[in-house]
């Protein structure tokens, strides 16, 4: 190699730092396992927030969403196929062997990931239904710690927003307010649901002295704060 080829290989290895989506460590290798869940067709949502959550994680959701571009850049475009290649395979890893034959073979993770949410993420009204008559239905039985219970709503919560998401505002920052107003809607909602489904033989002067606040106090310091006895 001559001394031109090992300054130009000097600078291109400098134009990845570890915190560039670009990068991949050591232990981010293609037989990596990132999430614990395996996708079996009806499971879709929970690998999606699984993957999603894992991705962000490591700056490289952009891959998937298309939020980071192709780059013009000779080295920075092998990269790029290197990386797309890398979670291509990480998406594989998760999905059970009995339907990987399903999905398209690939080296494009926007293309696998699209593909995934056109086939699986489909908003099924009765799905939705039975989960809504779920949390309905979700109480604090006898014997059962607050825990518990509050860990039955959030799972049930958090199903829902996959199908359901909240409305958000598409203005950077939001100046309108209409994704602050929509969360701070959804915690009352979700305060009131905790509350009522407390136990009322334990719970009940409680929950009326909480309700009666004005303000409402949010459903993170009730559970923290507002209920004595909360893990017993």
């Not at 959701?61 to 790029?80: E, N, R």
Request: charged residues 20%.
């Amino acid at each position: 190699m001559t001394v031109t080829e090992e300054t130009a290989s000097a600078s291109n290895t400098q134009k990845i730092d570890s915190l560039s989506p670009f990068s991949l460590v050591n232990q981010e290798g293609p037989g990596q396992a990132i999430t614990h869940i395996k996708h079996r067709s009806d499971n879709y949502e929970e690998l999606s927030r699984s993957m999603r959550r894992s991705l962000k994680s490591r700056r490289k959701f952009g891959f998937c969403d298309g939020s980071i571009a192709k780059p013009t850049d000779d080295f920075l475009l092998g990269q790029w196929e290197v990386v797309h290649c890398t979670i291509v395979q990480w998406i594989m890893n998760s999905i059970d062997p009995s339907i990987r034959d399903s999905v398209s073979d690939t080296e494009d993770a926007r293309l696998l990931w699209t593909e995934l949410e056109d086939q699986y993420a489909v908003i099924d009204g009765a799905k939705i239904h039975h989960l809504k008559t779920q949390l309905h239905d979700c109480r604090q039985a006898k014997g059962m710690s607050v825990t518990t219970y509050y860990g039955n709503l959030k799972t049930l919560w958090d199903a829902i927003v996959a199908l359901e998401p909240p409305f958000t505002c598409s203005t950077s920052g939001c100046p309108c307010g209409v994704t602050k107003a929509a969360l701070a809607r959804q915690d009352t909602e979700r305060l009131h649901q905790f509350l009522m489904g407390l136990d009322k033989s334990l719970y009940g002067t409680i929950r009326n002295h909480q309700l009666s606040l004005d303000p409402l106090p949010s459903l993170n310091h009730v559970y923290h704060f507002g209920l004595p006895r909360l893990n017993s």
